[in-house]
DNA sequence: TTACTATGCTACACTTAGTGTAGGTCAACC
DNA sequence: GGTTGACCTACACTAAGTGTAGCATAGTAA
């Protein structure tokens, strides 16, 4: 059993995160000690790391946590569960061209500012 | 002079965002009509453009107030201005390769269930 | 004249994904 | 006995607006 704080470290969250998560219910509550501090297992600590592989995708929270839910209601939301992974990377895609044209006007900018334009 | 509303859909901001911004102190108070309500000056306008022009580019609304005072303040400011949009870009590229870091994990995930993983 | 619609106003709540802070408890150490 | 460290809860705050409620006003239609 670990303490939140040394779940966070593990896991690589923050101990507010872990809270966090907590509270949105994307963790189930957690055990507590005798002197209420919460308890992990190994189990939840797989857990979290599963949530922190989503949310490095850029998966929002509340999306994990439908996600969750359908890995939970096993291999018939598989094909459900592929798509909103394919969404989320076609959102990405957009991200970064989005992203490069802001990058475009950047440039634009300094090049102006080199070409002796003053404000 | 133009009603807010106008002023809006010339520059393409919403209503409530250069509301916003007046309120942020990024736009002097407008000048108001008889009922009360804001009028923009051609010279305004392009204040506006001004500003979108910097949003655009991904700078956060406190640092374009600060940008601001710096075009006011004249040419002297000028090597600081440009180290901002340099800064500005930079952090633009990491936010890219930092996009194109989760793309893989989702590739990753992705190319797991097509192996037929079903977590 | 009355009713409706459009536009504007202010002030407040809400969003995301947490972080930061205040105030309190508890055990361990010196 | 005092201090440190780790934990607890609850609340406020962040960025950049958006959405809503409740109001005023002007122009138009019946």
Chains 1, 2 share one sequence.
């Not at 040394?6 to 509550?29: C, D, N, T, W």
């Not at 209420?36 to 949310?55: A, G, P």
């Not at 989005?98 to 070409?115: D, P």
């Amino acid at each position: 059993m670990y303490t939140i704080g040394q779940a966070a470290q593990k896991v690589g969250f923050s101990i507010g995160a872990i809270r966090f998560y907590e509270r949105k219910g994307l963790l189930e509550p957690a055990a507590r000690s005798e002197q209420n501090n919460r308890l992990y297992t190994d189990s939840e600590l797989n857990w979290l790391v599963f949530i922190k592989c989503l949310r490095e995708t850029g998966m929002r929270v509340e999306d994990i946590k439908q996600f969750a839910n359908m890995v939970m209601a096993g291999t018939a939301t598989l094909p459900e569960r592929i798509k909103i992974i394919q969404d989320q990377k076609q959102k990405l895609l957009d991200d970064i061209e989005e992203k490069k044209s802001q990058l475009v006007h950047l440039e634009r900018k300094l090049q102006r500012y080199y070409n002796g334009e003053n404000y």
